[in-house]
């Protein structure tokens, strides 16, 4: 067998393998990315064994079947007739063109196949290596942090916009510079996402992976199985996250961030967390879920090995093996007949034709409201909470109340402190009245006005503390739900607030576009064109609301490419809701 031959018949036996196992996971109806994840780490094991299998495991025939030549035709044999060489002008045979013919026909096509096949491998695996260069690089470069989660050592770069898993024996959890600015549910859902790669032992998985790819490039089966190891990897950690933050739509908007940030730098061998397919796709998968996935048992791992191990060695062992060939029941001589001359047909394709419509920029975005987190201005004792969870409320209405005690003393105080240096006032005019104003008189009686003003400074300031233990609604929208209970003592510096309010008329909607569509966008934003915008559902069917671009962010990302836009839409019938998702399409060329 020639290196050729081999090549061609492992592609052909992992294959059959690889889609094998495919419609066994469609037939079963395999939901749960843990065990889809599983049988095709089975099938990626099984494929880099079918050459060590087939050498040692005894060979099986495989009786292929052939169709018997029907006895009623007579084989024809076509071939050119023989022609007596033809004259030249110069009294020469074409005797040297045959002779051209017969070396272009004696090149090696199997050895000049081979040279490509190694080419190409080499490449690939050229690439891997350099990815794992670059991302030891990143590594040494990168600085502790002193923190572990589970035993796994956490580490921070400025090289990385992604949470990104590096490392092979050792793995380690790298974060972006900003991770300390996160809150603690974002951080828990980031790192329950990569201690998940590292349990499964992904990046060794994904190596091997790249390592079959590079060897079998020739099959696109190859690529569909590293494609299929990586999604399914992704969205097993991306349910782990789930399990943890508990808010599918706080951990949508969080991958979200990532995807948009970019992965920059983070080295072909990690296992970043914003990496696989179409962002919008990853998104409604993560918001649509209703199961997450709980990992893979022993009874599943069992099955997927029940299931696809007979396969893997019904594709290693199988030989093929052609049955006899029905001989014909005539015994014609076979006819030699001339070429004809081929017919060329002249063939027309019509391509259908479109309907001209509106230019329209698309992209993925998300409802932005208008929203104020209110907080306590003075620290107290939450008396009453007057305002029912998800109720519109208006501006200046009275949310809650805080006990006034501790700042009624203060306002008395002051008042107290300001009609003494009053009176006093008045006495000291009194007691002078009639005397001359000598520069002594003006110099007291200036001093008892600023004490005056002292006093009255305190007075509105103790009225003011006092006034903010009636906690007020800034703006008119929707309330959320409570974050404290009545009998609680709150202060100023809570992060949380008492709740947050949410204006939804108008609302937001924030969307990026890539830099290569800013120009004609700024040309007829400049112009101060209204650009309608409208907001779709997930699935691009329904058209929720329309409105207009309103800004224009004032810098590009350079990790992505794209700029952010802003759209404000009147949403009187509330369709919009904050923090949804949406399609959006930008009608750039409309008046």
């Known amino acids: 067998m020639t290196a050729i031959q081999f090549l061609v018949e492992w592609a052909l036996r992992s ?33 880099l064994a079918i050459p060590a299998l087939t050498a040692a495991l005894p060979k099986v025939p495989l009786i292929m079947l052939r169709v018997a030549a029907r006895p009623a035709e007579t084989p024809v044999v076509l071939h050119e007739a023989t022609r007596a060489p033809v004259p030249t002008a110069s009294g020469r045979d074409n005797r040297a063109t045959t002779n051209a013919a017969g070396d272009s026909r004696h090149f090696n096509w199997a050895g000049a196949a081979l040279v490509m096949y190694i080419l190409v491998a080499l490449a690939l695996l050229l690439r891997l290596c350099v990815g794992l260069a670059m991302s030891l690089r990143l590594r040494r470069c990168s600085r502790a942090t002193d923190q572990a989660t589970e035993g796994i050592e956490i580490r921070e770069s400025d090289s990385v916009a992604a949470p990104v898993t590096l490392g092979i024996v050792h793995p380690a959890i790298m974060l972006p510079a900003d991770w300390r600015q996160w809150d603690a549910a974002k951080l828990d859902a980031v790192l329950a996402h990569e201690r998940s790669h590292i349990r499964r032992h992904d990046p060794a998985v994904q190596l091997l992976s790249a390592i079959h790819r590079a060897l ?15 999604r399914a990897a992704e969205e097993a950690s991306d349910d782990a996250a789930v399990a943890v933050m508990r808010d599918r739509a706080l951990y949508a908007e969080v991958l979200l961030g990532f995807i948009q940030r970019g992965v920059r730098r983070a080295g072909w061998l990690g296992v970043p967390m914003a990496r696989y397919g179409r962002a919008d796709k990853r998104i409604h998968r993560i918001l649509d879920a209703t199961v997450l996935s709980h990992g893979i048992t022993r009874w599943s791992l069992a099955t997927i090995l029940a299931l696809i191990s007979p396969i893997a060695y019904v594709v290693a062992v199988a030989h093929p093996q052609s049955a006899a060939q029905v001989p014909p029941t005539t015994s014609a001589t076979p006819v030699p007949v001339a070429l004809p001359a081929p017919r060329t047909v002249a063939q027309h394709a019509v391509a259908a034709q479109l309907k ?12 932005a409201a208008y929203t104020v987190i209110v907080k306590p201005r003075v620290d107290g004792q939450l008396l009453s909470v007057n305002f029912k969870e998800g109720d519109q409320v208006q501006e200046g209405q009275l949310l809650a109340t805080i006990d006034p005690r501790a700042y009624q003393p203060q306002v008395a105080q002051a008042e107290g402190q300001l009609a003494r240096d009053q009176a006093e006032l008045a006495d000291f005019k009194l007691y002078y009245k009639g005397s001359p104003q000598t520069k002594d008189f003006e110099l007291r009686v200036a001093q008892f006005e600023g004490s005056i003003k002292i006093d009255q400074a305190k007075v509105d300031d103790a009225n003011r503390q006092l006034s903010y233990t009636q906690i007020l609604s800034p703006i008119r929208g929707i309330a959320g739900l409570r974050q404290v209970d009545p009998g609680n003592i709150v202060h100023s510096g809570d992060p949380n607030g008492i709740v947050i ?32 915008v409208e907001a779709w559902n997930r699935a691009a069917t329904v058209r929720i609301a329309t409105g207009r671009l309103t800004g224009v962010d004032n810098q590009i990302d350079q990790a ?14 509330g369709a919009l809701f904050p923090n949804q998702f949406v399609n959006v399409r930008l009608l750039v060329n409309t008046r």
């Not at 696109?220 to 190891?229: E, G, Q, T």
């Not at 609302?507 to 800013?518: G, K, M, P, W």
């Open 15 to 47: 294959s059959i393998l690889i889609l094998s196992g495919a419609l066994l996971l469609l037939m079963f109806r395999v939901k749960d990315p843990s065990i889809r994840l599983a049988a095709w780490t089975v099938m990626l094991f099984s494929s």
């Open 216 to 230: 079998l490039w020739h099959s696109p089966l190859s690529w569909f199985l590293h494609k299929r190891i990586v």
């Open 356 to 367: 001209p419509g509106p230019a329209g920029l698309q992209s993925l975005g998300y409802v």
């Open 501 to 532: 309010i949410n204006q939804l008329q108008p609302i937001a909607v924030v969307f990026t576009l890539f830099e290569d569509s800013l120009p004609q966008v700024l040309a007829r934003f400049r112009q101060e064109a209204s650009m309608p």
């Open 560 to 573: 992505t490419g794209t700029v952010k836009l802003k759209a404000m839409f009147d949403n009187k019938d």
